[in-house]
C-alpha cells in the first residue's frame, strides 16, 4: 500500500473525492483488523470508520519515510485499544488476577488439516470478548504481555491466562471438527 504525495496533499487540503480514494486505498487493510475483533457488521464500520477519520486528520503527520501500511495498520490497533476500554464492561472483565503458577505447556502433535480462513475466523470469533482481545494482540498483532498489559490495564498474569484459555478453546474447536 502506497500512498501517493499528490493524494496525500489533496486530502490534507479537504479534497472529498481525495478522501474517498484515500478510503479505498485502506479499507481491505481496516476491515480486515476489524473483522478479528468485532463480530457484527456494525461494530466493524464504526472502528473503521472511526480509525479513518483519525487516519484523515493525522495525515499531515504522517512522514513517508515510514511504511503507510505499518501507519495505517497502528491507528486501527489504537482505534480497537480505544474500543475496547470504552465497553461498558470493560473493568468487570478484566480486572481479575489469574494465577499461572499451574499452567502446563503441552506439545500437541500438527494437525495436518486446513481450514478456511472463515472457518478460523468463525472459531476466533466464538471466544469470549477479553480472551479474543487478548488473542489477537499477541498472537496475531504481535503486541508482547507487557504490551498488551500497558493497553489493557491488565496483569501479566490476566494476559498470559487469557491466551491459555484461547489456546486450549481453539485447540479443543480444531479437534473436535477433525473428528466430524
Not at 478522501?19 to 485502506?26: E, G, P, S, T, V
Not at 473483522?35 to 504522517?62: G, H, M
Not at 498489559?149 to 487469557?162: N, R, V
Request: aromatic share 10%; net charge positive; with cysteine.
Amino acid at each position: 500500500m502506497i500512498l501517493e504525495n499528490e493524494l496525500k496533499e489533496r486530502v490534507i487540503a479537504c479534497d472529498r473525492k481525495a478522501q474517498l480514494d484515500l478510503y479505498r486505498l485502506c479499507f481491505n487493510l481496516l476491515m480486515g483488523v476489524a473483522r478479528r475483533y468485532k463480530k457484527n457488521e456494525e461494530d466493524k464500520q464504526t472502528l473503521v470508520n472511526n480509525a479513518f477519520i483519525k487516519i484523515v486528520t493525522n495525515l499531515s503527520k504522517y512522514e513517508e519515510k515510514s511504511s503507510f501500511q505499518g501507519w495505517v495498520k497502528r491507528i486501527i490497533m489504537n482505534e480497537v485499544i480505544d474500543d475496547f476500554r470504552r465497553q461498558k464492561n470493560y473493568r468487570e472483565m478484566m480486572n481479575q488476577d489469574y494465577p499461572i503458577d499451574n499452567i502446563q505447556i503441552e506439545d500437541y502433535a500438527q494437525v495436518d488439516y486446513r481450514y478456511s480462513e472463515q472457518e478460523l475466523l468463525s472459531m476466533m470469533e466464538s471466544l469470549p470478548n477479553a480472551t479474543k482481545h487478548v488473542f489477537n494482540l499477541f498472537a496475531i498483532d504481535g503486541f508482547s504481555h507487557k504490551e498488551i498489559c500497558e493497553q489493557l490495564g491488565i496483569s501479566a498474569e490476566t494476559s498470559k491466562w487469557h491466551m491459555k484459555e484461547a489456546r486450549k478453546n481453539l485447540k479443543n474447536r480444531l479437534f473436535k471438527s477433525i473428528g466430524s
